[in-house]
């Protein structure tokens, strides 16, 4: 028996990052002030780390949309899987090329490139696009917080978010 609505449960899921941050900062801010100076250095190494697990649980929650839409993803040991109702495809994530955000259609979709083979375009509400976070995050050079701008944004043009190595001088611009 649930004392919580189902709706209510998943936006409590969605933040889970965040809460625990938040939970950990405030308990290592209780050690610092009420027992007294014996617990103050682990208080403060607590306060820290809840304050970086919040950061990173903000970034999530603004990566993360419904899951409802149309497909499924898959990451695993660095491959990036998509198994759509008319497409899909694999791509390696150290072959990756580029990685651009198409918002032409709804809802926007996630360009992977890889050479020798056919783009695979991810609906940025897929089923277990939430992996992506991780998966995108640790492609070299990639500024997340770039990403996550340009995924709130609701422009109706494409955007190249990433790339190995570009093929146009360091004047132009990504966008």
């Known amino acids: 028996m649930s004392f919580l609505r189902p709706e209510a449960k998943a936006e409590l899921w969605r933040w889970r990052e965040v809460l625990v941050g938040v939970t950990a900062a405030l308990f290592g801010l209780w050690l610092i002030i009420g027992p007294g100076l014996l617990l103050a250095l682990p208080g403060a190494a607590l306060v820290a780390t809840g304050a ?33 109702p008319l497409t899909g495809g694999v791509v ?8 651009s955000l198409e918002r032409g259609g709804y809802p926007a979709h996630w360009k992977l490139e890889q050479p020798g083979q056919d783009a695979v375009r ?18 070299p050079g990639l500024r997340t917080e ?19 190595q570009t093929l146009r001088p360091r004047s132009a611009l990504l966008h």
Do not use: C, H, N
């Open 122 to 139: 991810i609906p940025v509400d897929a089923a277990g696009s939430e992996a992506l976070f991780d998966a995108f995050a640790s492609l």
């Open 92 to 99: 390696s994530l150290r072959e990756m090329e580029r990685l």
């Open 52 to 84: 970086a697990f919040t950061w990173v649980g903000v970034q999530r929650v603004r990566f993360r949309k419904s899951g409802m839409g149309a497909g499924a993803v898959q990451v695993d040991e660095g491959q990036i899987a998509y198994f759509g």
């Open 146 to 164: 770039r990403m996550l701008a340009e995924l709130a944004d609701d422009r109706t043009l494409s955007v190249v978010i990433w790339e190995r």
